[in-house]
């Protein structure tokens, strides 16, 4: 997500009309698997927005695996978002939301071309595959770039206990995940009707997209369906002990309390058909839009689960299965932000050391060798490190270690406008420069700063999608990722450059807890 100002901005209606043009008509028409589209162009960039790649998840299909589209007759015009799933959030929204948008280039290609798929972030709870605008920039650099919709909060994961007996083949819970998977198995069916290849899909997200991503990569279920990863400050499911996945008795408790507060008692089949007759508005209901922090904060509420060990998608924690080496062998890029996110409260600097247990003065010597730094800033940099720049590296070294080239980042960079306003990046800050579009949040007041900083960012994430590395076009050179030098790729207001990691000490001491170190 990009923020409120874009949110505001965008338009989701669906226009899921069908106009009976032949399909040799228009430059724009395309045939997939489902029927003919016909998208806009815009400049050099033709757009498909509203795709449907799955069935409406609406009524007896409501805790489903995604099932397959209707075929529609004639040319079904798909030039706007369709609305994003249901959620607390403010926006166009509708639990028919199964939709996915493609960019791509209109010519100057001879050969098909790399496939770049977003997973939006919001901790499974809010955003969409609209909610970053038109991807339009990425896709000027010679890439197909698709985003998608998928099912969040309490109607994306969830495992109430009937389901098992009404689909027992079914992966239970995860359905978010699900409709991920179906994206990605609609690109592999139909992106070369774009002009993509489905041999070279990468995928990339950022927070909750991020921790989709990792979830991919670890998951047997989705091996194959892509050849490069890239998570931007990803849900810390790397790290059992901070973001650990929900087991399904616990996923199917959580389901039966929800299910109570509607008072639906019943656990069985007439339980389960009482709840599909709520409308979908009662899940989203009277549920703070901040609530999808409890997913981080590792306390699911108002029936949402997480990300669920279903035993078939999530055979096991990503942490494990690093550990195994049992992630899919790609390429990734991985990283966080310098002020990113994290959870926890603490009264005094004693009292925020304490979660160091035996190495609480080692972490007062690395946080505050002075003792002047503020307890605000103190929780800011203990939190975010514990949350995400730790786990972010911690995968960077399982995957290197396992041989897989990894590339490690910090994303230091705040545009001119908001320095002095703010003390660094923060979550999803890097998102607009990935997409190569400052002003999707910064309006008239980008400078030609933020847009240097955003043509080199983009540029590496499409080169990365391009060949499997980041490096080329006279761009600094970006090393792999080795946990023994610990290098780390750094964009910061002075530029972009390679050096030893500015905080590894604070990092060390995160990974020793973790390993159960003194």
Same mark, same amino acid.
């Given at each position: ?45 033709? %757009?498909?927005?509203?795709? $449907? ?31 994003? /799933? ?5 926006? $166009?929204?509708?639990?028919? /939301? ?180 709520? $409308? ?67 009264? %005094? ?14 972490? %007062? ?82 400078? $030609? ?70």
């Amino acid at each position: 997500m990009l923020g409120l100002r874009v949110l505001a901005m965008l338009a989701f209606t669906f226009a899921g009309k069908t106009v009976a043009e032949p399909a040799t008509s228009h430059p724009t028409i395309v045939k997939i698997d489902s029927g003919y589209l016909r998208g806009v162009v815009v400049g050099d960039i033709a %757009s498909f927005r509203g795709i $449907p790649y799955a069935a409406p998840p609406v009524g007896e299909l409501r805790w489903r695996m995604p099932q397959p589209v209707k075929p529609w007759k004639g040319v079904l015009l798909v030039d706007r978002f369709g609305p994003a /799933c249901m959620q607390p959030s403010n926006i $166009p929204k509708s639990e028919d /939301c199964l939709t996915l948008n493609v960019w791509r280039p209109t010519d100057g290609f001879d050969a098909p071309l790399p496939v770049m798929v977003w997973i939006h972030g919001g901790g499974l709870m809010s955003g969409g595959g609209g909610t970053s605008g038109d991807l339009d920039a990425p896709a000027k650099q010679g890439v197909v770039v698709v985003s998608m919709n998928y099912r969040l909060g309490p109607l994306g994961f969830f495992a109430h206990p009937a389901l098992t007996t009404e689909a027992p083949d079914d992966v239970r819970g995860n359905y978010g995940y699900m409709d991920q998977r179906a994206s990605l198995l609609w690109v592999q069916r139909n992106i070369a009707a774009f002009g993509g290849d489905p041999a070279k899909v990468t995928i990339f997200g950022e927070s909750a997209g991020g921790g989709s991503v990792m979830i991919h990569l670890t998951s047997p279920m989705s091996q194959g369906l892509f050849r490069a990863a890239v998570m931007e400050s990803p849900s810390p499911t790397s790290r059992a002990n901070v973001g650990g996945l929900t087991e399904i008795a616990h996923a199917e408790a959580l389901a039966i309390d929800y299910a109570r507060s509607f008072r639906i008692a019943d656990k069985g089949a007439e339980g389960l058909k009482a709840l599909r007759a709520l $409308p979908a508005e009662k899940f989203v209901k009277g549920v703070p839009a901040l609530e999808n922090a409890s997913l981080s904060a590792g306390n699911p509420r108002s029936g949402f689960a997480g990300p669920i060990h279903d035993g078939k998608f999530v055979v096991e924690s990503p942490e494990a299965a690093l550990a195994s080496g049992l992630q899919a062998m790609v390429p990734v890029i991985i990283g966080a932000n310098d002020r990113d996110l994290g959870f926890g409260s603490a009264n %005094s600097k004693n009292g925020l050391f304490a979660i160091f247990g035996p190495n609480a003065a080692e972490a %007062s010597k690395i946080y505050d060798p002075n003792g002047d730094r503020s307890l605000d800033e103190l929780k800011q940099q203990v939190f975010a490190d514990k949350w995400m720049t730790e786990p972010a590296r911690h995968l960077a070294d399982e995957m290197a270690r396992a041989g897989q080239p990894a590339w490690l980042y910090r994303f230091s960079y705040v545009a001119k406008a908001l320095r002095g306003k703010l003390k660094g990046a923060i979550h999803n800050s890097e998102t607009p420069y990935v997409f190569n579009n400052p002003a999707a949040v910064l309006g008239n007041k980008v400078t $030609p700063a933020d847009v240097a900083m955003a043509n080199v960012m983009s540029a590496y994430w499409v080169s990365f999608a391009k060949t499997g590395d980041p490096n080329g076009g006279g761009r600094p050179q970006w090393p792999r990722h080795d946990a023994a030098t610990d290098t780390v790729m750094n964009f910061t207001n002075r530029g972009v450059f390679a050096q030893p990691d500015p905080i590894k000490a604070r990092l060390d001491l995160w990974q020793n807890v973790w390993s159960g170190g003194h």
